[in-house]
């Protein structure tokens, strides 16, 4: 299979700092807010260098979002950033009508999605926004997978015109994306091609497809892995095109089964490809508090979860 | 033509837009009608072509800009921006109806010249106006802007975030105005849920709070006039606006019942009688 050498550990939010930083010092027309978060988000850079470019706006998310959706008229680009929790379930209805229906060009960009948020517990984990969030005409829906990853889409989302939820999170993982990757919204990467099945996954379950990758080829099982950091507009082209030469799928993700990724997968194939799927994720269930990595075993979205959910969907294949 | 005159006009479009509908909020436009047709036909800078017509484009740059919070008073904003020259006032029929660009309550998508932002679930109008405001000063832009609120529309807690915020950030081109009729979907508003004294409450979070009759001209030009003398003192400000629900129409008046009701043929008849029209009818 294809290797991903890494030297460095990073967490995919601080690959969000690092292209605001970037966006600040090249886009004027940037501007950034935040609820009471400053240090989880790590925009300290892009505050220092551009004080009068950034809204502080308390522990207020709904106002901040108002606040952003306002900013675009005058042709701001604002970044609205708290934790996942409180950019979409909590400001669901300021989203919806101010920013999707209205169309505007805000960016919310959020930190601490999913199990891997680890000890806060349940009452932080979202495991619900991807769902609410692409079920919301004109919203743009990204959940990349590393640090250089976050830090292509943050500054792709800035070069996007219209609503864009961007997610990411904090735990220290590895940075195995190449610098140089080309990345465009929409468009998902094949990190390794394959023919027995293929493993369609997103944020941090996507290092894991690769180690699942490497024990399926250690049992003599061809994976192609998929990376879908665009949650929507999904790349149906290329789940297609991948499904039609494996037979069937897996999808993985930090999110409920129930209107995550997978049923996006699942409403392609169901309407254009018959094929068989199985689906890591979290099955209707909170989290709990706990180091990230228990969380994520626990919950089964570790390699291992894949390799089992490989092998299923593979024994499904028609005879 | 007098302000007085075209609001008249504007109340007619009003009972007429409702009553064609069979449904929508007459009640609350009939009150906040002499405040914006103050607003759009006197008190704002208004961008316009070399000819003289008004002519709109999202960014706003380089004049006032009015948001509608409580969105269901939609068919007032509606008739003054089609009477000022936003769109043409043959579209007033269109409300409510299918494939128009004039929707229950304001919207952007279906990109009605002179709305910015949707609104109808309550609360938001303020926050958007604040990063109106914002963006204003980002872009050395010294035109102010001004957002319509309701009374009932203060119990919604994310005004107080922005009530909060405003102050704090100095944005002193903005100008907020309380539709103070006292009325809501329930009733009373002391009754259903009693907001107490709103102007205390804003002065307490940091605003410079004017009063005023927003269906007394004169109470209007003097208020209207000294609020923007106000403006770029580190303040936003709030004004109070005394208004009566259903103003202009007398049944419709005193009375919560037409805060969302259509009138029957009857009744737009009675209404249209107390109405002079002066620009001519859509």
Known sequence: MTQYPYTDKKDTRSGFGAGMTELGRTNPQVVTLCADLVGSLKIDTFIKENPERFFQCGISEANMIGISAGLTIGGKIPFATTFANFGSSRVFDQVRQAVAYSNKNVKIAVSHAGLTLGEDGATHQVLEDLAMMKALPNMTVINPCDYNQTKQATIASAAHEGPVYLRFGRPVIPVFIPEDMPFEIGKAITLNEGTDVSIFAT??????????????????????????????????????????????????????????????????????????????????????????DELMAKYGLKAENIVEAAKKAIARKAK | MNIQDIASQVRRDIVRMVHGAKSGHPGGSLGCTDLIVSLYFKHMELKTDAAGPVVFDMNGTGEDLFFLSNGHISPVLYSVLARRGYFPVAELAT?????????????????????????????????????????????????????????????????????????????????????????????????????????????????????????????????????????????????????????????????????????????????????????GDY
């Open chain 2, 95 to 279: 409300f409510r109806k299918i494939n128009s660009r004039l929707q229950g309550h304001p919207a952007t998508a279906e990109h009605l010249e002179g709305i910015r932002i949707a609104s109808g679930s309550l609360g938001q109008g303020l926050s958007v106006s604040i990063g109106a405001a914002l963006a204003k000063k980002l872009n050395g832009d010294n035109h102010l802007v001004y957002v319509l609120m309701g009374d009932g529309e203060q119990q919604e807690g994310q005004i107080w975030e922005a009530a909060t915020f405003a102050p704090h950030h100095k944005v002193d081109n903005l100008i907020a105005f309380v539709d103070f009729n006292g009325q809501q979907i329930d009733g009373p508003t002391d009754k259903v849920m009693n907001n107490r004294d709103l102007g205390a409450k804003y002065e307490a979070f940091g605003w410079r709070v004017l009063h005023m009759d927003g269906n007394d001209y004169e109470s209007l030009e003097a208020v209207l006039t000294a609020a923007k003398a106000l403006t770029g003192q580190g303040q936003p400000i709030v004004i109070i606006t005394k208004t009566e629900m259903g103003q202009g129409v007398d049944f419709m008046m005193h009375t919560h019942k037409w805060h969302g009701v259509a009138p029957n043929d009857e009744q737009l008849a009675k209404a249209l009688e107390q109405l002079p029209e002066t620009l």
């Open chain 1, 203 to 292: 944020g941090h379950l996507v290092w894991e497809a690769l180690q699942a990758c490497q024990i399926l080829e250690d049992q003599g099982i061809s994976a192609e892995i998929i990376n879908i950091h665009t949650i929507k507009p999904l790349d149906v082209d290329a789940i297609l095109a991948s499904v039609k030469k494996t037979g069937c799928c897996v999808s993985a993700e930090e999110h409920q089964v129930n209107g995550g990724l997978g049923e996006s997968i699942a409403h392609v194939l169901i309407t254009q490809y018959l094929a068989p799927q199985e689906f890591v994720g979290v099955k209707d269930t909170f989290g709990e508090s706990g180091t990230p």
